[in-house]
């Protein structure tokens, strides 16, 4: 059939507003029980209000799955707001943590029972029961009795069936990974303070564990690696019982580490440094990105200039890794499952984050889909996929994902250039992920060109990349962002005047900032929850971020009141001529709407075209089927209205 000749940003694409929201369900945990061949994955369903579900199946038979638990549970963590490690299984045993109360409960035979007492105040996460007693757990605690930032309490714990919790390592601002060695007799976490956030460097801590049949103690505390501000660590590891394998950033990327509790010798465990990343900043708990198989043989995940790479990593004797050949450019929650088989979530250009069996036939892997999200059936030849790309600019390399226009039915003009949409990531230490998102090839699939920009700050190229934003935070990503435009146009594969700029966060703080700082570039905006007050969002955040602006922005909130001044878009949004949507939720805690409504007011005063729209019962970040649709069509409305591409 020859395809239909129609402008750029005018085709129609079978993927509507209703079809994103259809197959809007997301994988965003695994677990595994060796024990019992059982494979548990955590999946978010905006049709039953976003509520998080536990879905079971076995090794022995994939096709058969159920629900670990009815309608009534929702397992996800509140810890730091963001949550992770909601989820874990072990000697038969599913434990979770459940977003209404709190509580962590027990699944076993089918049988919901809590484990921790009635507390509303207290958060857990990132638990792991005691070898060979599942009645004791380690988890992490956040205490909200004082709900105010400064005067919230994070802990290790060690928790009882209906008992108070018994907290074991106290002091530290944050927390993170308490793991028992496989013979119980050591424990380590990770450890960081204010104002650092976790890889800006903290201390991964090893205490001996004294043990009884009815007493467990810790003693002897070391610091085993890690300086505070200065050499983050992540995703400790046990590999034997003396023997703990780390993610260090010393090297300038996070590489895989080991120390020996028997010598005390700590090092990295590869010859030379790679320069890739083995983990990623630990915004949740619960990321894992390496399965130890065996002693000897390791499967690990990681990131070469913005894709995802899976490796076979040999322990010993001759430590060493090769990459391994799989379709997947995105990766995660990788855990092992037995000796030769372990499970992640991966996602191809064509194929959304979906549950994944890994096989290791010799120094080869075999893989197999376990299930994928409910998707629509769209030809695949209608996906865009990334194009990873580093931009030569002024001011050195930027990194993006560039997404091409792509829908089979339809070719544009001759000499033609695409509507572009500057997607600008949240964080603003964070990264796009590729893989296939149906809300990218939402607005490709219509004749979009659509921008990953992976700004100086952003993870996954190495920690020198990574701290170009210390100092710098609306001034080098807006900056990164604006050269990415006058690149791709000077290419021929975008319409310079017919630029977007859309962000989610402190994605959203970027695009205010974009729009007074380079007012001359985007012709429209569109704002997810974004900052633009920054002095008011230091004193209405939660603990987690309370001090990020610290390292972003060169000092505390009286040391950089200019900057603060500055910087923020509240303060220059008569420079603001492109026309600027706002969508923000009614309950969000980490960028409260006053954030929007402050923007929303700074416009209308001096006569700018804005709108905003507030979700009810929506927190940072869409849950609900519903909003998830409308924001879509918003979006989508807006764009077309600003570019007359409407019929």
């Known amino acids: ?24 369900t997301t994988y965003t945990a695994l677990a595994a029980d060796p024990s019992t061949k059982q494979i548990y994955r955590l999946e978010s369903r905006p049709s039953e209000g976003g509520r998080s579900v536990v879905v079971s199946s076995s090794l022995d038979d994939l096709t058969k799955e159920k629900d670990v638990f009815g309608s009534g549970w929702n397992a996800r963590s509140g810890v730091h707001e963001y949550g992770g490690g909601a989820l874990w299984a072990e000697q038969g045993i599913v434990f979770f943590s459940d977003y209404g109360s709190g509580r962590i409960y027990t699944v076993k035979d089918g049988q919901v029972e809590a484990f921790t007492p009635e507390n509303k105040n207290f958060r857990y996460a990132d638990f792991r029961p005691y070898p060979d007693n599942p009645n004791i757990l380690v988890s992490v605690m956040e205490d909200h009795t004082k709900p105010a930032p400064a005067d919230v ?38 450890q960081w303070m204010h104002p650092n956030m976790p890889w800006d460097g903290g201390l991964l801590k090893l205490a001996q564990v004294s043990s009884s049949q ?28 003396t023997t703990l394998l780390f993610q260090s950033d010393v090297s300038g990327f996070w590489n895989p580490w080991s120390y020996d509790v028997t010598t005390g010798k700590v090092g990295p465990l590869l010859p030379e440094p790679i320069p890739q990343e083995f983990t990623a900043p630990q915004w949740t708990f619960g990321i894992s990105n390496i399965a130890v198989l065996s002693p000897d043989i390791a499967l690990i995940i990681s990131v070469d200039q913005g894709i995802h790479r899976l490796n076979l990593l040999t322990l010993c004797p001759a430590p060493k890794y090769k990459r391994l050949d799989v379709p997947f450019v995105a990766m995660t929650q990788l855990y092992p499952i037995s000796a030769t088989q372990a499970i992640m979530l991966g996602a191809t250009d064509t194929t959304p984050l979906s549950s994944i069996l890994l096989t290791l036939v010799g120094e080869q892997v075999n893989y197999q889909t376990i299930q994928s999200p409910s998707i629509v059936d769209f030809p695949t030849e209608l996906f865009s996929g990334a194009e990873a790309k580093t931009l030569r600019t002024p001011d050195g390399p930027v990194h993006i994902l560039y997404y091409p226009p792509r829908n089979p039915e339809y070719v544009s003009p001759s000499g ?67 050269a990415c435009v006058s690149a791709l146009a000077d ?21 205010l900032a974009a729009l007074c700082d380079y007012s001359d570039i985007y012709t429209a905006g569109v704002s997810l929850f974004g900052i633009s007050d920054l002095k008011a969002l230091a004193g209405e955040t939660h603990k987690f971020e309370s001090r990020y602006g610290d390292k972003l922005l060169g000092g505390t909130v009286d ?64 849950r609900k089927a519903e909003t998830m649709k409308e924001a879509a069509e918003r979006e989508l409305n807006w764009y077309e209205q600003v570019w007359g591409l409407k019929p």
């Open 153 to 190: 309490v994070n802990t290790i714990v060690l928790l009882r069936p209906g008992e108070a919790p018994q907290p074991i390592a106290t002091g530290a601002d944050f927390y993170s990974s308490p793991r028992w060695s496989t013979d119980g007799k050591w424990l380590c976490w990770y």
């Open 559 to 622: 040391e950089t009141q200019e900057v603060l001044r500055d910087r923020s878009p509240i303060n220059k949004a008569e420079d603001i001529k492109a026309p600027l949507l706002l969508l923000q939720g009614s309950i969000d805690p980490v960028v409260p709407p006053k954030q929007a409504e402050l923007i929303l007011r700074k416009v209308q005063e001096r006569g700018g075209v804005v709108d905003m729209v507030v979700f009810d019962g929506e927190g940072h970040g869409w």
């Open 214 to 241: 009815s007493n467990i103690s810790i003693e002897e505390t070391r610091t085993i690696a890690g300086v505070d501000g200065q050499v983050s660590i992540a995703e400790p590891t046990w590999i034997s019982p």
């Open 416 to 482: 033609e250039r695409p509507p572009a949409l500057v997607s600008v990531h949240g964080g603003p230490t964070g990264a796009a992920q590729p893989g296939l998102n149906l809300g990218v090839q939402f607005f490709t699939s219509r004749g979009y060109a659509w921008i990953d920009v992976q700004y100086g700050g952003s993870t996954g190229y190495g920690k020198a990349y990574r701290d170009l934003l210390n100092g710098q935070w609306g001034i080098v990503d807006v900056r990164d962002s604006a």
């Open 491 to 511: 290419e021929g594969l975008i319409d310079r005047k017919r630029v977007g700029i859309r962000g989610r966060s402190s994605g959203g703080f970027t695009v």
């Open 1 to 24: 059939m020859t395809p239909t000749v129609a402008p750029y940003g005018t085709w129609k694409s079978p993927l509507t507003a209703d079809a994103l929201t259809a197959s809007s």
